[in-house]
């Protein structure tokens, strides 16, 4: 009896098609993309990719089809990850699912059809290269749920096992995925969310970090500045910049003039050039505000609105609704955008504006400008002023979004000598946002010249892959990986302006975002024994958590970044502080709140 090799080849056929199609695509991606997987993690992943697909063949109602939606998944995988790289240095993350409602709503019309095209034919191709019936099916699926078992199952020891075995740099994510490839990457990282999700700190989890962060209270107020208090019922007006930075630091591009109006660069220069330590860099805008909001640090690789912040809690709104403000939020955007709705409500907001209470009149692309965001704003609080109802008025803007369009009626100002024709937009962007924003400072403080008011850039944006315009001027590198610790302040750091009224900017320094509320309730003279007033670091030190790494700012300026594995003292120390701070948030926002009890005690 002659052994056919027919069935084997009916196995193996599909898989070396499939290693082709990995090849060229790999390929591609590196030629085009200049993300490349480290040679072992590719030969890596292959195997772990044709491991796959062995028993997945066993679905196969087609072998043709297979290969075609194999081929299918290979693109969204590997290009997917590599465009968030070349576009926020990073790869694709689990929470980004949390994210991904709202990431669908931002794509304008063409790329939500090609997005739409895309599902289309993958759910067609699906559809004809699949079936779950019989019993090769059956033992297809069991085998590939035993290969994802130990994720689900003991996430813990996996990402424990696979940590020892490939490594994790938490800072450094682009490395991680090139060293690792996309499954592993993917297996690894999942498994490390399903091993964070935690139960919330108990009672005297949080009753010691309470102790431990209330002694840091008093260094951290002998030696913050002495600003003056004033009346509590004067108005704040706090506005979120959407992508707002000072592209003049890119000496490469060749700008023509100043990107900022005149009378904004005079002001931010009467205010010592301070710049607010933001959470993220170059998206993720509801991070920003929830520290400005909420007075605690995020370090997480998370959209904390969607994921973290499931309680009422007493955040910079609640406390000046309770002082006897009218807490307004304004946001000409989908109200559903990163779960605004439940977010605003829950950080105390009165009442929350958004895109359909505006009337869209002056457009940039799809963004209502700035200008009229502000004068139909101003608008809706003449009935309040005349009530002497003290306001809150929170401004988010929406324009200032890639790719950063201007309308035909707003006049392009700056050149970009360097040819780099998205720096132009930006810069023009900027100086339109700036024009604007003075403009409404103006009509602000000529209704009244005691207005306590706060604005700072969200992020900075994003201005081609691989941080391509900030490299050019010697701003950041290419790579997270070659940042200096100069780098990785500047990588987070934007444009703030505190004006307290007649008495005008205050230098503030470089201040983390989430020290933001606790300062206005100070300049206010309104009590701050709320527990945001718990996360002021003591010694004069700056501290802004990111992702694996903080960085620390001295009284004199000094920087130092603090990344693992080798921590100092002074860094363990200050991880020590951080950690006692995320105790305390995890409790105040998805927790019990005993902190709440602890401090009414």
């Known amino acids: ?76 995988l590997h290009g997917g990850n590599a ?180 009378r904004f660069r005079a002001l931010w220069e009467a205010a010592g050039h301070s710049q607010a330590l933001v959470p993220v860099f170059g998206g993720y805008t509801a991070n920003s505000e929830f520290e400005a909001l909420c007075g605690f640090p995020i370090a997480e690789d998370t959209v904390f609105f969607e994921t973290r912040l499931h309680n009422k809690v007493p955040c910079l709104p609640r406390l000046l609704s309770e002082a006897g403000y009218a807490a307004t939020a304004s946001h000409p955007n989908i109200p559903v955008f990163w779960n605004r709705v439940n977010a605003y409500d829950r950080v105390g907001f009165n009442a929350y504006r958004s895109r359909d209470d505006f009337v869209l009149d002056d457009m940039h692309g799809d963004y209502l400008s700035d200008a009229s965001l502000y004068r139909q704003v101003l608008d809706t609080l003449r009935p309040m002023r005349e009530s002497g109802t003290p306001t809150f008025t929170y401004i988010l803007t929406l324009f200032g979004h890639l790719d950063f369009p201007l309308n035909d009626a707003t006049p392009r100002v700056v050149r970009a000598a360097g040819g780099d024709e998205l720096v132009e937009r930006y810069a023009n962007t900027v100086y339109e946002k700036s024009r604007a924003f003075m403009a409404f400072l103006e009509e602000v403080y000529a209704r009244d010249p005691e207005t306590l008011v706060v604005a700072f850039g969200d992020h900075l944006p994003y201005l081609g892959p691989d941080f391509q315009a900030y490299q050019a001027s010697g701003v950041l590198a290419a790579d997270r990986a070659e940042f200096d610790d100069r780098m990785f302040r500047d990588l987070v750091a934007t444009p703030l302006l505190i004006i307290d009224g007649s008495r005008g900017p205050l230098p503030v320094g470089a201040l983390p975002l989430y020290q933001v509320p606790g300062l206005v309730l100070s300049l206010l003279g309104l009590d701050a024994s709320a527990p945001l007033a718990l996360t002021r670091p003591p010694d004069g030190v700056a501290l802004r958590p990111l992702p694996g790494l903080h960085v620390a700012l001295d009284s004199d300026g000094t920087v130092h970044v603090c990344r693992p594995p080798v921590l100092s003292e002074t860094c363990l120390a200050e991880q020590a502080w951080l950690d006692k701070v995320d105790t305390l948030s995890r409790d105040l926002f998805l927790g019990q709140q005993h902190v709440l009890q602890i401090r009414g005690q």
């Open 83 to 262: 465009l968030k790289i070349r576009i926020l240095g990073g790869p694709i993350m689990p929470d980004d699912l949390y994210a991904l409602r709202s990431l669908v709503l931002i794509l304008d019309n063409q790329r939500l059809a090609l997005a739409a095209v895309f599902v289309g034919i993958l759910g067609l191709v699906g559809a004809r290269a699949l079936t779950f019936r019989g019993r090769r099916a059956r033992a297809g699926l069991v085998a590939l749920c035993l290969v994802a078992l130990p994720v689900v199952a003991s996430p813990k020891a996996t990402v424990g096992a696979l940590d020892d075995l490939l490594g994790n740099i938490v800072w450094d994510q682009r490395t991680n995925y090139e060293s690792r490839g996309p499954l592993l990457h993917m297996a690894q990282e999942t498994a490390r969310h399903l091993a964070h999700l935690s139960p919330p700190p108990r009672w005297e989890a949080v009753r010691t970090a309470q102790a431990f962060l209330h002694s840091n209270v008093v260094s951290a107020h002998s030696s913050e500045p002495a600003f003056q208090a004033q009346a509590p019922s004067r108005p704040v007006v706090m506005v979120v910049l959407e992508s707002f930075w000072d592209p003049s630091v890119l000496k490469n591009a060749g700008l023509s003039r100043d990107p900022l109006d005149e």
């Open 1 to 76: 009896m002659s052994f056919s090799w027919r069935p084997v080849a009916r196995f193996l056929g599909p898989l070396a098609a499939i290693a082709v199609i990995y090849l060229v695509l790999q390929a591609g991606i590196d030629s085009v993309l200049g993300v490349a997987l480290w040679r072992g993690a590719l030969i890596r992943d292959l195997g772990l990719t044709l491991a796959l697909a062995a028993p997945a063949l066993l679905l196969a109602r087609s072998r043709v089809w297979f290969v075609g939606l194999a081929a299918v998944l290979l693109l969204a």
